[in-house]
Each structure stands twice: as C-alpha cells, then as structure tokens.
C-alpha cells in the first residue's frame, strides 16, 4: 500500500489558516488563564499547542515544530499542576505564541523561519524549573528535508486477514469520520493517519492512503488497525488534535478477524459522496458578487422594455423574466450567503489586544464578548477589524480609571469592558461599553470653540447627541496625556468614517462616572442598498436612507435666515439649509411657490437640510464601487442603475455637505 509523495506546498495556505486559528484561541485561552486557572482550561491550550506541532511536522517544518514541542511539554506540565500558573509563566506562553505566529505568517511569504532557540531555551528551563529537574540538552533542529514517502502499511495476506504476532505490541481497531462540511477532507484524512504512524503501525487502511489522499472516502469513513504500545486513551488524546476527524469507536484486537464470507463485497453498500466544502479567494468571491449585481441589473432591465411591447406579447414575455428574475435572485443570494463571516473573526483577537493594552496602562480590566458568532458579510467584518480594536483602546486607555482612581469613586478596582454584538432584522449592532469615567461633554465644546472648529453660537445648539459627536472631529481628544495608544477623540473621525463607508451609523452615549457606549449600526451588506430617490435638475441621486432623519415640504419663501444664511425649523432644532443642485454644482429644476421638499440628513456637524426639486421614493438596487477617477470625486459613494437603465450616484452626505 504504497503512497506517493506528498507536496506541502499545495496545502500551504491551508495551513497557515488552520494554525493561525490554533494561535488565536491558544492567545484567548491564556487570557482567560490569567483570570483563574482551570485543568479543561490548560488542556484546551495543550490540545493548540499539539495541533500547531503536528501540522508543522507535516509540513516538514521543523524549527516550528520544536518550539511548539517545547510549549506542548510545559502546557503538559501545568496540566498535572494548575497551581504553578502565574504571570510570569503567561508571559512566556504569549511570547511563544507571537514566535509561533511570525514562524507561520514567515512560511507563507516564502521566507526563512525567524530563530527562536533562545526561547526554546527558555521554555525547556522554565519546564525544568517547574517540575524541579535539570534542564535538558537543547540542539538546535536540522534543516527542512524534503517531504518523505508515507510510510508504507504491511500488505494483507490473500484472504485479507493480518496475522498477529503474539510478541507484536496490542492492536487496535479504529473506526474515523471526516466531518463532510470539511474544507479539505483528502488532507483531514492523511493528517490523522500521519498522527496515527507516530504512535506505531498501522495496518488494513480502508480506504487505500491515495483514495484518502484525493478525498475519495465514501461516507468520510475510514477504518483501520493500529500496533502501537500507548494505551487507548492515548490514541483517543491524539485524534482529538485532528480537526474535523472524530474517533467513532476504538477496540483492542483480541485475535485475526475471520474471513468476510463469500459475497459480503458484493453486498457492501457504496454510501453517495458528502457534501463538499472548498476554499475560495475573496477577490473571486468579490467578482461573483459583481457578476450577480450585473445578472440582477440586467434583468430589471429587460423588465422595463417589455413594458413598452404590445399587450398581446408581453404575458410570455413577462412569465420568463419573472423567471429569470427568480434565478438570478437565488444565484445572488447564495453569492451574498457564502460571503457571510462570524464576527469572531475580528473579536477572537481582542482578548489578547485587551490584556495586553491594560498591561501597559497598568489597568485591571475583564473583556466580555457576547454574540460573536452572528454573520457579517465578508466585506464588512474586514472594514470593522480596525474600528473596533480602535475603541477597544480607547475604553481601556482613556474610559477605565486606574485602580486607586476607581476605588476612590465606590467603584471595583477592576473594570468591565463589553462588546455585545446582536442582529436587528437587516442589520447588526455591535456595542462596544465600559463603566469607566464617560465623555466630559462641556469639555468637548470648550474645546471645539478655543480650536476654531466652531463658533460659541453653534456649539451652543447642539443637542446632547450632536455635541457627544464632536468627539469624531478630526484630531480632537479629550485626553489629558498622550500615549501611543491613543487618546479618547484621536482617530475617532476615521472610525466613523469607517463605519459609514460600509453604511452604517454611529451612535454615543455616556454617563458621567459611570462609562460609555459606542454603538456601530451596520448592513448585513453592502451590495444591496435602498436608498431615498431624488431629482435635481434633470439629474437623479441616491441618498443612504440610513442617514435621512426625515423629510418636510415648506415654502423657500417661508424659510427663516441666520447671518443671511436659509435656517429649517426641525422640531427643537433649527438646521442650515444646503441647495442639494448647489453643491453638486448642477442646474437646479423650477422653484414651486407651494412648497419644496428639504430632505433632512446627518452630517459630520449635525443635522442638515439638503433641498431638492423632487422626491421619486425608495428603491433597492445593487451598489457598484466607483472607479478612477470618479472615486475621487467628494460627496459620491458608489453608483447603481435603475431598472430603466439610468444610471444613479449614490451620494456620501458628510463629504458632501464639508467638502
């Protein structure tokens, strides 16, 4: 049962993904370790640890492979002693952990791993120390060899029955499953048997290593036995390390099973193929997106000039659009299904970012991360990876007081952060909040007058909500030191400018001394958008509705003037009036005497009242990027066509409105 030789490079991204994850959660669970630690909570680290090994000596990977060794030895020692857990030893398993993810991140550059001997050093005298022995001999590995043939199963005797050898080891019959929603079942598969070798040997693999190989495993069942002198809870610790293989059953083999009886092959039953998963590159998926957003414009098209066709043709016609209209619809949203990613994504990594920040502000601070698992399209989770770890800093650096400072007001020594994250019908919150000292929202004002950013009257009205956004003005803080961690305000007009681009909000809320709220609205996508319609001119725009606060129909004549400027009356507020033809710099249509319509918008200084020649309602359609050099044009953020063929700028308001 010979193999071929197995090509590393194939799975290469496969395995930087895979260890990667491992790191992450190895990160997360030291976190947490430093909170309390429990026996399931190093074994978890133990079962990261002794994958990253595996997976690296498979890739022939050595130095890798050794320096996890090292760590797996020491997490196997505080297994047997939870008690020995301290800061100190937290610190090194982080370091490794950081080693281990520049060995990775340097394998898929094509670059040579970074020498971390002197921390397998440390790690094996750490060990050493904690167990009270002396340190081993440390050498360093030998250089990457390439990949050798698969080791190579005793045959089978004609009959199919395999001796035993009374003074062979014990054997052992194994029953495995491949998960059939697995990305990579051939490797899955070869991944346990290589695992499998390290223990002893093994015999009757079904079926053969180049079926397991090519992923042709019917059921995703394999079986087969194993000579091997570790006992069984070994061999079942060892599968556990295989991600998406599961050991159904395992038993001793008492003696040579019996010949199958004539027949049973004929009889076996060939179970149908699993269903599989496959990896695809997001600049793919981007451009299936983009052909679907066509598919569906295209349809729409055809939907508008069968309207202008002959009664007496337009029923077929019309029953194979309502078809195709259909399909392309499914086709798009089985598109917009695959782009869907969990936010643990992006929050798997702040456990870490949080620790560390709070370490070096010398904070004691407990993350706490709910709903993580709720789905973001793709596009999306990428665009809030920055954003949120931003205000995570921010809560940690500049919302949470120091210790002494905490308890001077009544509050615990340690402080909370929480990051809730919940689903509101087409759209996610997430809610980043601390119980820290909350925005000084007097101070902002003061500040935004003394820096020219505003005069006194129109800070003075500004509602509470409006004045909590000054926060967002480029380069303003309200912090009293500068870190290179940032202070509260630094950075904060690039979150929700962030934010926005994707189509969302932001929102603020904070209690002086009892902490902060930041909120981030988002769409589930950004590809299907439903913008308020409007007509300027001859010309048609979008507005995002999530940024219309309303509309009203008055009079131009009726409007009021501050400092010679046109002022709308909205409630309590009174808000600048913007000619929407002005700033696009378009001809504007006729004026109507009766009324006209001011569509009110939310900018980066407030509300405004944007006024247009006429409102032509809401209408979902597939936003499209601008290309160069249209993207550079301010106040514009993507462009859609209607279902007549026109095609229509969706407007960036805040841009619009400043630029």
Request: aromatic letters at 2%; proline letters at 8%.
């Amino acid at each position: 049962m010979a193999g071929a030789s197995w090509d590393t490079s194939r799975y290469l991204s496969l395995f930087a993904g895979e260890a990667t994850e491992h790191l992450e959660g190895l990160g997360k669970d030291v976190v947490q370790l430093e909170q309390g630690a429990t026996v399931a909570l190093v074994d978890s680290m133990f079962r990261h640890a002794h994958s990253v090994k595996g997976m690296a000596s498979s890739m022939a990977f050595e130095a890798t492979a050794k320096l996890a060794h090292r760590l797996e030895d020491l997490l196997d020692t505080l297994r047997a002693d939870v008690g020995k857990v301290n800061q100190g030893v937290a610190d090194v398993i982080l370091q490794t952990v950081d080693a281990l993810s520049a060995h990775v991140k340097a394998a898929t550059q094509s670059q040579p791993l970074p020498d971390s001997m002197a921390l397998v050093v440390r790690l094996s005298e750490l060990n050493a120390g904690l167990k009270g022995v002396p340190p081993p001999p440390v050498s360093a590995p030998p250089p990457p060899l390439p990949p050798a043939e698969p080791a190579t199963a005793p045959t089978s005797s004609p009959s199919g029955v395999v001796p035993v050898d009374p003074a062979a080891p014990p054997r052992f019959t194994l029953k495995l499953k491949i998960n059939p929603a697995s990305n990579q079942p051939g490797v899955r598969g070869f991944l346990a048997y290589k695992r499998l070798t390290t223990l002893g040997n093994v015999f009757d693999l079904k079926p053969p290593l180049d079926d397991i190989k090519a992923g042709r495993v019917p059921q995703g069942a394999v079986t087969l036995e194993l000579e091997t002198d570790q006992t069984e809870e070994s061999i079942t610790r060892t599968m556990r390390t295989v991600a998406d293989v599961e050991l159904e059953s395992i038993g001793l083999v008492q003696r040579a099973p019996p010949p199958p009886p004539p027949g049973a092959e004929a009889e076996r039953v060939v179970g149908q193929e699993p269903a599989r998963t496959i990896r695809v590159r997001t600049e793919l998926m981007d451009q299936f997106l983009d052909h679907a957003g066509e598919l569906l414009l295209a349809t729409a098209r055809v939907r508008q000039i069968a309207r202008g066709m002959p009664e007496a043709l337009r029923p077929p016609l019309d029953e194979s659009v309502d078809r195709l209209q259909l399909l392309v619809k499914g086709l798009h949203d089985k598109v917009m299904q695959a782009r869907m990613t969990p936010l643990a994504l992006i929050t798997d990594r702040l456990p870490r970012a949080a620790r560390d920040i709070a370490r070096r502000r010398s904070r004691d601070v407990e993350l706490v991360i709910t709903g993580e698992d709720i789905e973001l399209d793709r596009a999306i989770v990428d665009e809030l990876a920055d954003p949120v770890l931003h205000l995570l800093r921010n809560a940690i650096d500049h919302g949470v007081e120091p210790a002494e400072v905490r308890k001077a007001a009544g509050k615990p020594p340690k402080g909370k952060v929480a990051l809730s994250v919940t689903r509101q019908r087409d759209r996610v919150v997430l809610e980043l909040s601390d119980d820290g000292r909350g925005i000084d929202v007097e101070r902002l004002k003061v500040l935004v007058v003394e820096r020219g950013l505003m005069t006194p009257e129109q800070v003075r009205g500004l509602s509470e909500r409006e004045g909590l956004m000054l926060v967002c003005l480029p380069g303003l803080s309200t912090a009293t030191d500068v870190t290179d961690i940032s202070g509260r305000g630094v950075g904060m007009d690039a979150v929700k400018r962030v934010v926005e681009a994707v189509g969302g909000s932001l929102e603020i809320e904070t209690r002086a001394g009892r902490g902060t709220t930041f909120r981030l609205s988002v769409p589930l996508t950004v590809a299907m958008v439903n913008p308020l319609l409007v007509g300027v001119g001859d010309e048609v725009y979008g507005l995002p509705i999530g940024k219309v606060s309303g509309v009203v129909e008055t009079a131009r004549g009726r409007l009021a003037l501050s400092q010679s400027a046109p002022v709308l009356q909205w409630g309590q507020s009174v808000l600048p009036v913007h000619e929407l033809s002005s700033l696009l710099d378009v001809p504007p249509g006729p004026v109507s005497v009766v009324a006209s319509p001011f569509v009110v918008v939310d900018s980066d200084d407030g509300r405004v009242a944007l006024a247009v020649d006429r409102l032509l309602g809401q209408e979902e359609v597939v936003l499209k990027a601008l290309a160069r050099p249209l993207d550079l044009v301010p106040g514009l953020a993507g462009v859609t066509i209607l279902g007549n063929g026109r095609p229509v700028f969706i407007l960036d308001v805040a841009r619009l409105v400043t630029a």
